[in-house]
């Protein structure tokens, strides 16, 4: 199994550009999670998914959108990026909340300068 | 807002000494996770602890939930260069959406 992939591992945006950080499992969970860790800060809750069709906002949403048409599928979407969005991006995945080991993928370095 | 902090924030030392990470909040928590993770890769899952009071063991690693659910604790015994890592504590609130909560992490360095 691949558990949770992401892709691109590394991008460099200017100010002002867009992108969509993809993630997929293949484990069938219904949680997914997005989160953002900065250095000394720990991981941040983006946007969170309960199933396909519902998404809620997190600790930190703003300047983020996402969408989760498939239960493998939960990309992030970065709208006019500005450089307080650079930062180390994970996705995650859980079979449910709460006690539930959350799967994390390999991460993706963006840089918005 | 629940917050973790964990402390200290960095540590080194070398191989074969003991050490010991905390994890405090001022809330009550149902459960607590303890992660690593690796650079250049996600954390992943060490233990989890639900019960006040809760002690596990992971070969060297001793983990440990307060009695009043509100910390924990990390302990290696005879720590080796593998240990080498960022580790994080996560909690799962007593109310509401149970979303983790993540502390800061330790950045743990150990020295052959």
């Known amino acids: 199994n691949a558990g949770v992939t992401q892709t691109p591992k590394f991008r460099i945006l200017k100010i002002g550009q867009s992108m969509t950080l993809q993630c997929a499992q293949d484990?069938?969970?219904?949680?997914m999670y997005w989160y953002r860790q900065d250095p000394g800060m720990g991981l941040k809750l983006i946007y969170y998914?309960?199933?396909?069709?519902?998404?809620d906002k997190g600790e930190v949403p703003n300047g983020y959108n996402v969408s989760r048409s498939t239960t493998e599928d939960f990309p992030l979407r970065l709208e006019l990026a500005a450089p307080s969005q650079t930062s180390v991006y994970f996705c995650?995945?859980?079979?449910?909340?709460?006690?539930?080991?959350?799967?994390f993928g390999p991460g993706t370095r963006l840089t918005v300068t | 807002t629940q917050l973790l902090e964990q402390s200290p924030q960095f540590l080194s030392i070398q191989e074969g000494e003991n050490l010991t990470v905390y994890c405090n909040s001022s809330?009550?928590?149902?459960?607590l996770q303890w992660y690593r993770q690796e650079p250049g890769e996600g954390p992943v899952l060490l233990v989890t602890?639900?019960?006040?009071?809760e002690v596990k063991k992971l070969k060297r690693l001793t983990f440990q939930f307060g009695d009043a659910r509100k910390d924990s604790s990390l302990h290696i015994t005879a720590a080796q260069p593998g240990d080498t890592g960022l580790y994080l504590c996560?909690?799962?609130?007593?109310?509401?959406?149970?979303?983790?909560?993540f502390g800061q992490g330790t950045r743990l360095t150990i020295n052959p």
């Open positions: 995650a995945s859980s079979y449910r909340q709460g006690i539930y080991e959350q799967y």
């Open positions: 484990m069938n969970h219904n949680y």
């Open positions: 998914s309960v199933g396909a069709g519902i998404t």
């Open positions: 602890v639900v019960t006040g009071g």
């Open positions: 996560a909690g799962t609130g007593i109310q509401g959406a149970q979303k983790l909560v």
């Open positions: 809330s009550v928590f149902s459960s």
